[in-house]
């Protein structure tokens, strides 16, 4: 079955940088954007960023453009999020999601998203 695995949360302080990984699996990887949430407690789930299935293509929600990257690796099946200059209000779970796709469309709403991973807990401290 599908699977999608994020790791590479945990405590950092505000400033600092963290990398999130997600590994898919039980999916042809090539054919699907991949998108990372996140929910911060006692809000709505918000779209970070997205990434085409070739990676060609990439957006940004306006509030981590110019701190976060995505990328992937398709021979690791691997999609990355780096934080850079992380602020207290990024603290979050943090989601990756695949959307089966036909182009290098990259959505960022959750409704088109096929499958999601469980989360990983990133926490900044002031």
């Known amino acids: 079955q599908v699977q999608l695995v994020e790791s590479g949360g945990g405590l950092v302080q505000a400033g600092g940088s963290l990398r999130l990984s997600c590994v898919a699996s039980?999916?042809?990887?090539?054919?699907?954007?991949i998108n990372w949430f996140r929910r911060a407690p006692g809000k709505e789930r918000e779209s970070v960023a997205g990434i085409s299935r070739s990676g060609a293509r990439v957006r940004y929600a306006d509030s981590v453009k110019g701190r976060f990257t995505i990328s992937r690796d398709s021979a690791k099946r691997t999609v990355y999020l780096q934080m850079n200059s992380l602020k207290p209000e990024d603290m979050a779970v943090y989601y990756c999601?695949?959307?089966?796709?036909?182009?290098?469309?990259?959505?960022?709403?959750?409704?088109?998203?096929?499958?999601w991973g469980k989360g990983t807990l990133v926490t900044v401290s002031s």
């Open positions: 039980g999916l042809t990887f090539s054919n699907y954007a």
């Open positions: 999601a695949a959307d089966l796709v036909v182009s290098e469309s990259v959505s960022l709403s959750d409704y088109d998203m096929d499958y």
